[in-house]
């Protein structure tokens, strides 16, 4: 192969991995954007508290955001559902959801908060969870956050698996509407208010499990130093070959 031909061929492969790594630090830039958006949304609503109805689970254009709300109701006297393969603190365990209907709206998907696994093989909360000792049968005033549900991430298998409790693999709304016998369910779920003396272990961090603005940053960092690096190497051995 001619010196020429070698140059064009080192170079063409040198450009396509700029460019492919180039490209994924803009798409880590891009993530890092959008995670730091809902970080500062999350955390201006956390300021203000500037209660919104409990309705305003069912707008379909705040669907994405994130509001103070809250309001008086019951739960509704239908099976808990929990959601699988939830960590925290390096523990296994579920996160526990509740239908409940406000005094004005329709019913929503209440977020009560993270339990450990009583039994591994079941795969289902304490027999108290599954009851809703505590919360059924009785007016309750709740606040909390609206929000989206947890992302589905790959959408594997059936979303739900009824039982005593009904266990998830994923949120997904239209699912647990079917189950429930309604139409539809709002869009957003209120995970409620650390505060309140009732559900379980909860926070109100909207980025659990997943990369912080920070490391996305960091990722994006070490992309474009892996593209800056490439395009020294590739000038580097050009200038060595002309030399020769």
Known sequence: ???GLTRVVGWSAAAVLIVAFASLGQWQLSRMSQKQATV???AATLASRDAVPLAAAADPARARSYDWSAGRGRFVDRAAFVLDNQIRAGIPGLRVYR???PEAGPPLLVDLGWT???DRGTRLPDAAIVRGDGLLGRDLELRGLLAPPPSPGLALGPALVPGDAVLMTRVEP???AAEAGLDALPPRVLRLDPALDIGYQRDLDVLPNTLS????LGYAV???GLAAAVFVIALVLTIRNRRR
């Open 213 to 216: 603005p920070d490391k996305h």
């Open 1 to 3: 192969m001619s010196p």
């Open 222 to 224: 070490q992309w474009f």
């Open 116 to 118: 450990a696994l009583v």
């Open 40 to 42: 500062d949304a999350v």
């Open 99 to 101: 239908l409940f209907a």
């Open 174 to 176: 239209a699912a647990i």
